[in-house]
C-alpha cells in the first residue's frame, strides 16, 4: 500500500529563517512520481513541483529547493530566507502510474507559519 | 480565465437537502477529480472520471454522485444532506493517457455547511 507521512503538523518560523518541511513516502512500486502543493489561507491548491522515481535530481527553484532520496523514501522541500506570504498548509503527495487511474495520494499537511 | 472554476464558493444548507456543486475546466484535460477535504485538512479522493466514464470510486455514500455531461464538466450532486458532508470540495483536472504523470490542477475549493 502507498502512504505519504508528513509528520510536522505545523511548524513556526521568523521571517528569514530558513525552513524544512519533511516528506516520507511507502510504496513498494519502482516508478511513481511525487508532487508538492500549497494551500495558501485563501483556500486553493497550488502546483508546486513533481519529481519522477527515476530522477533523483534535487531541484531548486527561486527560494524553493527539494531533496530527494530514494534511500531513505523521503523528498524534502527547503524554503529559504521565509516570508509571511509563504505561510500556508503545504501537501506532499504520491502518484503511481496507474493505467486507467489517476490518483494521487496526499499526505496530512505541514501548517507553515511565517512570523513577520 | 481561470482553469479550474467551482461553483458555488460557499453553500450553506440545510440537513436533507440535495444541492449540487459545479466545475468547469478549459485546460482540454481529459480526466477530472472531486476532492474531500475535512476539517483537519485531510485531502481524500471520492471521484475520477476519465473520457465521461468514472473511473474511480471510493467508498463514498451513494447519495454523492458525480455527473458529467462533458469532459471539460464534472458536477457533484449530494443528496439527503447530513452534517458530516460539511467539508471543502476541490474539484480538479488533469491530463491522462499515455501522460500519466500529469499534475493535477485544481479549483478553488467549495465550502460546504450542513445546518
Known sequence: AQKVTQAQTEISVVEKEDVTLDCVYETRDTTYYLFWYKQPPSGELVFLIRRNSFDEQNEISGRYSWNFQKSTSSFNFTITASQVVDSAVYFCALRLPQTGANNLFFGTGTRLTVIP | ?115
Open chain 2, 1 to 115: 480565465d481561470t482553469a479550474v472554476s467551482q461553483t458555488p464558493k460557499y453553500l450553506v444548507t440545510q440537513m436533507g437537502n440535495d444541492k449540487s456543486i459545479k466545475c468547469e475546466q478549459n485546460l482540454g484535460h481529459d480526466t477530472m477529480y472531486w476532492y474531500k477535504q475535512d476539517s483537519k485538512k485531510f485531502l481524500k479522493i471520492m471521484f475520477s472520471y476519465n473520457n465521461k466514464e468514472l473511473i474511480i470510486n471510493e467508498t463514498v455514500p451513494n447519495r454523492f454522485s458525480p455527473k458529467s455531461p462533458d469532459k471539460a464538466h464534472l458536477n457533484l450532486h449530494i443528496n439527503s444532506l447530513e452534517l458530516g458532508d460539511s467539508a471543502v470540495y476541490f474539484c480538479a483536472s488533469s491530463q491522462a493517457g499515455t501522460i500519466t504523470t500529469g499534475e493535477l490542477f485544481f479549483g478553488e475549493g467549495s465550502r460546504l455547511t450542513v445546518l
